[in-house]
């Protein structure tokens, strides 16, 4: 059994953080190469009792599709996914979002240092209502002023069909909610023991700072047991060495 | 009518130059046929994964066949960045279309319907517009009048090839694929399907109801050879999993061109699954 | 979640108004739930046969229950012409949106995938294009430059309910549909799906890797509904045949409305199917 | 068993002459309602020792077909099938077919006689290279100077994308082929004991009559004893009255 007395990790305050997004909802599907958010899912699933869907790609327990690698897609632009998750290489303070390289796009597709690719995000950046950014290295690198390449924008132009887009971005160090009306970040909370300014320095883009920051909620004890045991489970099944290594657990 | 072969004579079929559409690693990976086609030696292929590329894109790059890729991503999953294929991009020596994963099935999709092209939402505003000058925008000819909607076109794909692994295929050459449908759309696209499997059947899977929704009928498939584990070592859905040891020694190996030709070669394992 | 209810229970969930798609004969006709619809009195249907209307179309028309049709055929196949359709259109009482086949399922495709549109061919010097206003023609803007290539754009359908029968559910109210592929589209495109079954198992087809590629996951299915030979008198695939007597019977009493009255009311048979 | 010295009917004289539009050809599908057309794809397959493939919708022995209603078009669009088979409540000289309805269109919906409706026609009858029209009809009516509704047109203007198109027609009385550069039917043969006036009387359209018309080839013993029992078993699958009415099988 995990112990529950053991201090909550950064990748917990993680999980934790955008399970708090994801109140209410009816379906949400999580991508490729996401253990946070898919915990994160299969945490507020269990907490919602019975009244939200999770999909998870990959997953053989977790996942309604049948028709072939579309099916996701075609499932967000009728309007049935709730939230989505997306990361980048870098995110700037317009959230926008590069998953493709650093480097001169001049020099394309050469390039300083080559991501993978924008898998879905161009697309599922559009039309999912709630998407969560998210990264589990918070710097200056990460979260710059400008990403080199934009795979996905953060905001569009008035007349471009965008029913969706960034709602938060969740960190290891805090959790910032996305205003985008004005395309900007705004930081909601910082987890136990973070810093404002330890924000600020880490954080290559601006951002507002409201009067008061308050602290991201820690879990209860009941909370913090179903994430180390059932979740830990729950997520074993798609990413087993992620489950061994934050809980010990598959 | 599909044509039973030896895999050697599969990969034959395939020319230097040819664009050929491969699945995601979890999809149905005829990996032993594209050993064969290295070993061929084969050239310039362009590549359109559907939708992300894998070990087999890497592979063929760090063996000098590619050309080019169409892709939504090229990545080794859990094992990290695709070795040979992130050197490539930094030399510069294969053409990048970058793409998004639901774009790439759009015009795979167009290609089956005979469509020139289908339009997209989305993308707009991406970078990606910038560096696939193939796409276009438009406004939404559609669009109530006065109301300015602008949106991507995407032409439709053709590729010459689709090659994939699947579990079964029947005395009829008519291939169960189950759940991965975009195989079927790359088959129904494509001008010609080569497929390998784990083995035939006597059995019709078109005239038994439960197993003919997740068939491919043989009308579509070229080809057939029998191969064994042919989807070593990135495993095979429904039949066996990945030989995680295995990614992982190549995904080391391939860290440096030298270890990758060590690996693609003849270590032991390759030699066991050919 | 997928709601378990009644057919009446079902068929209330579908407005006086709503548009809705019917499968063509062949495919899985919720024959008992159009009945029940018919006996509540619905009015000011749009009906979008995929692609054909048959024997329901025919029942609802006679029954006063529609305003518009969309199809690219009304007809009772091997029965003969669709009385109640055909003597509806010579009295102009529905609006009529002839199509052609591929081109409402292309419709059915866009709306499953968000498009707003989607490009077709064909068509072109067809009258189809005088009575289909929603339907444009435009110089195919991905052609090569001064070349001049018309093509028809059609909008996209999302109906607002989807109504057939299968054999069978199971407990997660998932539904197996086998190679009828278009009611999976449909259920996708639509914005209430609503499926009649024959049985309910205890069992959960997505998991079960044969199954799956003909399921239509409860994702997409609002309510069903067990109708006992709810396919009856047209029959369902993999289940049982067509009631031949009772379809001739159908046919020769519908010339009438008289005729089709008295029978759309309480013959025996059709009590015996309720 | 049939007997294979009863004369050759109009019907099978139909079923004859669309076979011998269908030599050399790879893959031929076959629509609904079109039990002489399925009938000459089963005698020209089997004639084809085994090279040539048959698709008859609404079959389950004799279909491809798993991807739903869409298949069978996408199929066609892809290039492979050959040949397909259209008829028409009224067909004119130009090869229009009209599958709708007769009367005057400005009162569209409304017709003095409605039609099933226009099926697959206005896009196979573009994309197969060698469609057989045919009816079963053949007189002034049905083979009438112009439509009232273009289901389909015979011919499209320079530009329009058109692989596509008719190759003949097949009536109880005769066989016209068509040329697609004329946009006009020749007729090509009479079915034994027609002659050329009598299919002149009955058409009401212009066509060409060259010098001098052959008369169908009438099948020899085998082909017909070929008919009269494989084809009549094949065929009463899917259509097991007509199969009944015009062979006694099924």
């Known amino acids: ?250 | 009518m599909t044509d039973v072969l030896s895999i050697d004579d599969l990969v034959a079929r395939i020319p230097d130059g040819a664009s050929i559409a491969l699945p995601s690693d979890y999809s149905g990976c005829a990996m032993t046929a594209v050993r064969k086609l290295i070993q061929r030696g084969v050239r310039d292929l362009h590549v359109i994964s559907m939708p992300q590329g894998g070990f087999q894109v890497d592979m063929l790059v760090g063996a000098g066949a590619v050309a080019r890729i169409e892709a939504a991503a090229v990545t080794l999953g859990e094992y990290g960045i695709a070795p040979r294929f992130t050197a490539a991009i930094k030399s510069g020596e294969i053409e990048m279309w970058d793409s998004t994963c639901p774009a790439l099935l759009a015009s795979l999709q167009a290609g089956e319907k005979g469509l020139p092209f289908v339009p997209f939402r989305g993308i707009i505003g991406s970078d990606l517009l910038r560096v696939r000058p193939d796409w276009k925008v438009i406004d939404n000819p559609m669009a109530e009048s006065g109301v300015k909607d602008p949106i991507v076109l995407l032409p439709a794909t053709r590729p010459d090839v689709a090659l994939f692994h699947a579990l079964k295929a029947d005395a009829h050459g008519n291939v169960w694929i189950g759940v991965q449908r975009e195989l079927m759309t790359a088959a129904h696209a494509a001008k010609q399907a080569l497929v390998t499997v784990e083995r035939i059947e006597d059995a019709d899977f078109l005239r038994d109801p439960v197993m003919a929704p997740g068939t491919i009928s043989s009308l579509y498939v070229n080809a057939i050879a029998v191969a064994k584990e042919g989807a070593w070592p990135v495993g095979l859905d429904n039949a066996y999993a990945a030989d995680h040891k295995a990614l992982q020694d190549y995904t080391s190996a391939a860290a440096t061109a030298e270890g990758f030709a060590r690996w693609i070669a003849n270590p032991a394992q390759v030699a066991a699954h050919a």
């Open chain 1, 1 to 250: 059994m995990p112990d529950v007395n053991a201090p909550v990790s950064a990748h917990e305050m993680m999980i934790l953080a955008i399970a708090s997004q994801l109140k209410g909802l009816r379906h949400i599907a999580v991508g490729a190469r996401s253990p946070i958010p898919g915990s994160a899912a299969h945490l507020a699933r269990l907490l919602s009792g019975g009244t939200l869907r999770v999909s998870i790609l990959g997953s053989r327990k977790h996942s309604p599709f049948v028709n072939g690698a579309p099916e996701l897609f075609d499932c967000a632009s009728q309007g049935r996914i709730d939230a989505f998750f997306l990361s980048g290489g870098q995110i700037d303070g317009n959230a926008n979002i590069n998953l493709v390289g650093v480097g001169d796009i001049a020099a394309y597709p050469r390039a300083e240092a080559r991501f993978p690719g924008s898998f879905g995000s161009a697309y599922l950046y559009f039309v999912v209502p709630r998407v969560i950014l998210f990264t589990l290295e918070h710097t200056r690198r990460v979260l710059c002023p400008k990403v080199d390449f934009i795979s996905a924008p953060g905001t569009s132009a008035p007349g471009v069909y965008r029913p969706g887009g960034p709602k938060a971005l969740v960190t290891p160090k805090c959790l910032f909610a996305f205003d985008r009306d004005r395309g900007r970040f705004t930081l909601q909370s910082t987890h136990p023991g973070v810093t404002v300014d330890e924000v600020r320095d880490a954080t290559g883009f601006e951002f507002d700072i409201p009067p008061s920051v308050p602290e991201t909620p820690t879990p209860d004890a009941a909370t913090l047991s179903l994430l180390r045991t059932d979740v830990a489970k729950l997520i074993a099944e798609t990413y087993p060495a992620f489950s061994r290594r934050t809980w010990g657990v598959g």
